[in-house]
């Protein structure tokens, strides 16, 4: 492994280990990328991107049934439209963004340094399994963290150019980027923050004074602004499920999550942590390494601070983009080391731990084993139930659930009928659910939000629990 990290630009072998890792990256994006049915919150998102509705109506299930504002649920509309209306179609599209996202983080670290580092990022982002996972969802989160990774490409950009011009491309990108990233989620508000803060502090601390950035932040901010008095006035229709974090997450701050282990989200943490003291000194040295820092610790800091004070509202997926900072860190300071021994151990060592990780997961497990499911089985519960002789389908009973204050019933229901006209299944849902309708019924029910008692004077006559918390139950409506 030594003799591969000599960094040559003729080592053959390095960069086809490299190639092979990038490789490694796209397969866990995409294989078997529809192999599950869709968890709850996908199930929403699907709900949402029908393509047969209009602008108004998009936008009205956005607020009713979303917490982040409608960008990408208009894109993966779109690409509904274009292929077809199939869950594999917004999942591809997050594994879309997500494969280039390994090419994108690499770009940014080229411009924080002239070495090989970049090549090194390239390789965590590939093998992160937070990253992987997330670009199998059909869900904003990867879409977010690529954009930000743009928007951090053209803010180096703009940052460093010395054009006299005020109207440059990197002048219109830089904006134009952050500000979608902030439409698509609304925690991308976290990053202009920290470009905010870096400025003052290079204008205070270095005498720095950046023209073209600080109108192009003025302009961002503006359209934030106006943006939040949109976003905001529906957002506190939407009930909030999240709690503040105890004292357990500051001994790890989410990285056995990002990791894929407690034991790798340890080895990452403390690799950072020991960088980060060790090399002190040259930090000081380097205005785009503080930039960095100051990004991982607000990515903590605001959502953490507004959680004491308003809501809690941090969360593993929302700060997703906070492992840009992670990855960079580590890559860079990294090949800070002097020892070139030490250097080249950590970064074999690293890449190896990320490789070996996939062994324990599914992502190279699928290609011996059946792969676990931790969704709900729908397609097992259809199954059970085509081949019964009864074909009358209901969800749930509890009163929530039955006046669809929370949209559940109808989520489901969409996303079960598509499933069940694929598959040419002759089962009815009830709209009304089990209301004024009398004999042998299927329930199914999601025991994570609620798997109530049928109607009075009714019996339940068989239960199965199946994969990914679903349940399906056979009740005798009287």
């Known amino acids: 492994m030594f003799k591969l990290l000599k960094f040559q630009e003729n080592n053959l072998l390095f960069y086809s280990v490299i190639f092979l890792i990038i490789l490694f990256g796209f397969i866990f994006r995409f294989y078997n990328i529809n192999y599950e049915n869709l968890w709850l919150d996908e199930i929403y998102s699907f709900w949402v991107t029908d393509p047969s509705l209009s602008f108004a109506e998009t936008q009205l299930r956005v607020q009713s049934a979303e917490a982040i504002p409608f960008l990408y649920f208009y894109l993966v509309k779109i690409c509904n439209k274009i292929f077809g209306y199939d869950p594999i179609v917004g999942r591809c599209f997050s594994a879309f963004f997500g494969f280039l996202s390994i090419f994108s983080v690499g770009i940014l670290c080229k411009k924080f340094t002239k070495d090989k580092s970049y090549l090194f990022a390239t390789c965590l982002v590939s093998l992160n399994i937070f990253l992987i996972v997330n670009s199998q969802e059909m869900r904003v989160y990867i879409f977010t963290f690529f954009l930000i990774s743009l928007s951090l490409i053209f803010f180096l950009n703009l940052y460093k150019e010395d054009k006299n011009r005020i109207f440059t491309k990197n002048f219109v990108l830089f904006p134009l980027f952050t500000f979608i990233a902030i439409l698509s989620h609304p925690f991308a508000i976290i990053v202009l923050a920290s470009m905010i803060v870096f400025l003052i502090l290079d204008y205070f601390l270095f005498l720095k004074?950046?023209?073209?950035?600080?109108?192009?932040?003025?302009?961002?901010?503006i359209l934030t602004v106006g943006f939040l008095y949109h976003y905001l006035n529906y957002l506190s229709h939407n009930a909030g499920w999240i709690e503040q974090p105890g004292i357990k997450f500051f001994t790890n701050f989410y990285f056995s999550e990002f990791f894929g282990s407690r034991l790798l989200g340890l080895i990452h943490l403390l690799t950072l942590v020991i960088l980060l003291i060790g090399l002190r000194k040259k930090i000081e040295r380097n205005k785009e390494i503080i930039f960095l820092i100051i990004l991982l610790a607000f990515s903590y800091l605001?959502?953490?601070?507004?959680?004491?004070?308003?809501?809690?509202?941090?969360f593993p997926k929302y700060i997703i983009f906070v492992l840009i900072p992670i990855i960079l860190i580590i890559s860079i300071l990294v090949f800070l080391i002097e020892r070139e021994a030490v250097k080249k151990l950590l970064i074999s060592f690293l890449i190896l731990i990320n490789f070996?990780?996939?062994?324990?997961?599914?992502?190279?497990?699928?290609?011996?084993?059946?792969?676990?499911?931790?969704?709900?089985?729908?397609?097992?519960?259809?199954?059970?139930?085509?081949?019964?002789?009864?074909?009358?389908?209901?969800?749930?009973?509890?009163?929530?659930n039955d006046e669809n204050e929370n949209f559940i019933n109808t989520v489901i229901s969409n996303y079960s009928q598509f499933m069940l006209?694929?598959?040419?299944?002759?089962?009815?849902?009830?709209?009304?659910?089990?209301?004024?309708?009398?004999?042998?019924?299927?329930?199914?029910?999601?025991?994570?939000?609620?798997?109530?008692?049928p109607p009075d004077k009714s019996d339940i006559l068989e239960e199965t629990l199946l994969e990914g918390g679903l349940k399906l139950s056979l009740w005798e409506v009287k």
């Open 209 to 221: 004074n950046h023209i073209k950035v600080n109108i192009s932040l003025i302009l961002v901010s």
């Open 302 to 314: 605001i959502p953490l601070v507004y959680g004491y004070f308003i809501k809690p509202i941090i």
């Open 356 to 400: 070996a990780n996939h062994f324990t997961e599914s992502t190279f497990k699928q290609f011996f084993l059946e792969r676990q499911r931790f969704n709900p089985n729908f397609e097992e519960a259809f199954t059970t139930i085509e081949k019964s002789k009864i074909k009358k389908l209901t969800f749930y009973t509890n009163k929530v």
């Open 421 to 453: 006209n694929k598959k040419g299944y002759e089962i009815e849902i009830l709209k009304d659910g089990p209301k004024n309708v009398g004999g042998k019924i299927w329930n199914i029910c999601l025991t994570i939000i609620s798997c109530d008692k």
